[in-house]
């Protein structure tokens, strides 16, 4: 789960196990990765 920590995003994970699994994942090309990449760029050009 992602939450907002001191002025910074951070990851919290259910267990050991799990934090250890999410380092090993590779998330190149998924969905999820390409939304972010698409929200970081202005809706507007200046």
């Known amino acids: 789960m992602s939450v907002f920590k001191n002025g910074q995003w951070t990851q919290i994970f259910g267990s050991a196990a799990k934090k250890k699994r999410f380092s090993r994942e590779d998330r190149r090309g998924h969905r ?10 202005p809706s507007t050009p200046w």
Do not use: F, H, P
């Not at 999820?32 to 760029?41: V, W």
């Open 32 to 41: 999820s990765e390409a939304r972010a990449a698409a929200s970081t760029k």
